[in-house]
């Protein structure tokens, strides 16, 4: 069946615009995460959904990124004013149920790169 | 804070059981145990988790010390494909997990 699809795979963009990233989780999944992968490094969680509501946001970096999922469905990743360090994979889950415990699907990210 | 600690590497040999080690000493007692694997250019992929009893699925096996301080993934007979970043991470649900640096496994052929 189809997994967690992201687009795009990849986005080279300049300094200071603003980008939009896309996840479209499992179909049926209620729980959608965002992370960030930065070379090298693990994954660092930035935001939760349990339907199109974000209970926990806390890894969130800066007033720049914002997030918003419809529908309990599509979900999008808005950096405003990008900056250098903001390059890194951006990596989509989901999962059938976060009351109960169930694993991460993930997609295969959105490499973003930062001129 | 990942809270969980790994060797930074491992190497091992094709068809051979390799074992990933992870220490979590300060684990509450609702906190499970996650593995998720990366093979490279991909996200991450769920391997296998546990509480306090032993699990075995069709990937792997988790091994949980008694006191739970410490876990070990086993995989029975390493395939090329294998070879990956591996995370233990713990978590309570399925909820923000915080994935440390992980173990990188090299197979050999």
């Known amino acids: 069946g189809a997994g967690v699809s992201q687009s795009p795979s990849n986005k080279v963009t300049e300094k200071g615009k603003d980008v939009e990233l896309r996840c479209d989780p499992i179909?049926?999944?209620?729980?959608l995460y965002w992370y960030r992968q930065r070379l090298g490094q693990g994954l660092e969680f930035l935001i939760y959904f349990q339907g199109n509501s974000a209970p926990d946001k806390s890894g969130l970096p800066s007033d720049r990124f914002s997030a918003e999922r419809t529908g309990e469905s599509v979900s999008t990743l808005t950096i405003q004013r990008t900056q250098q360090e903001d390059s890194a994979v951006y990596l989509c889950?989901?999962?059938?149920?976060?009351?109960?415990?169930?694993?991460?699907?993930f997609g295969d990210g959105t490499r973003l790169s930062i001129l | 804070d990942a809270k969980t600690t790994q060797p930074n590497s491992m190497e091992s040999n094709e068809e051979e059981p390799v074992h990933l080690p992870c220490n979590h000493s300060t684990i509450s007692g609702t906190d499970y145990i996650h593995w998720y694997r990366q093979l490279p250019s991909q996200g991450p992929e769920y391997v296998i988790h546990?509480?306090?009893s032993n699990v075995n699925n069709r990937m792997a096996s988790l091994a949980i010390a008694e006191d739970r301080k410490s876990s070990t993934l086993i995989l029975h007979r390493a395939t090329l494909r294998d070879a990956a970043v591996y995370y233990c991470?713990?978590?309570?649900?399925?909820?923000?997990?915080?994935f440390g640096q992980g173990t990188r496994l090299t197979i050999n052929p």
């Open positions: 179909s049926g999944h209620t729980a």
């Open positions: 889950a989901s999962s059938l149920d976060p009351g109960m415990w169930q694993p991460q699907h």
């Open positions: 991470i713990r978590a309570q649900g399925a909820q923000k997990l915080v």
């Open positions: 546990g509480l306090t």
